[in-house]
Nanobody, 120 residues
Framework: QVQLVESGGGLVQAGGSLRVSCVASGSIFRVKTMGWYRQAPGKQRELVANITSDGSTNYADSVKGRFTISRDNAQNTVFLEMNSLKPDDTATYYC??????????????WGKGTLVTVSS
């Protein structure tokens, strides 16, 4: 059993900052790429940013220069630092991780999501 648990969402004014975190726990042999996706009401889920186990990062064009993804491999944790937030960033943010499970091999896991609301 593997779980991803997000934390840190909330309400922030436009221009403000917020940091969300996600911890992976359970029968983990190895954590590969970790990332953040978001889904706004009425829209499809989209990639925000991801980071490989050796620290290579990838960002959606809409967040480049404003968001920073990082991870703590020892703690199986991924962070997303969000600055200069805009109302368009309002969404539920989901953590994703590709994990080698001790017993059942490699697959993608998802957290339940954390809501980020940016007021204008």
């Amino acid at each position: 059993q593997v779980q991803l648990v997000e934390s840190g969402g909330g309400l922030v004014q436009a221009g403000g900052s917020l940091r969300v975190s996600c911890v992976a726990s359970g029968s983990i042999f190895r954590v590969k790429t970790m990332g953040w996706y978001r889904q706004a009401p009425g829209k499809q889920r989209e990639l925000v940013a991801n980071i490989t186990s050796d620290g290579s990062t990838n960002y959606a064009d809409s967040v480049k220069g404003r968001f920073t993804i990082s991870r703590d491999n020892a703690q199986n944790t991924v962070f997303l630092e969000m600055n200069s937030l805009k109302p368009d960033d309002t969404a539920t943010y989901y953590c994703n991780a590709r994990i080698v499970n001790t017993y059942s091999g490699t697959r993608d896991y998802w957290g339940k999501g954390t809501l980020v609301t940016v007021s204008s």
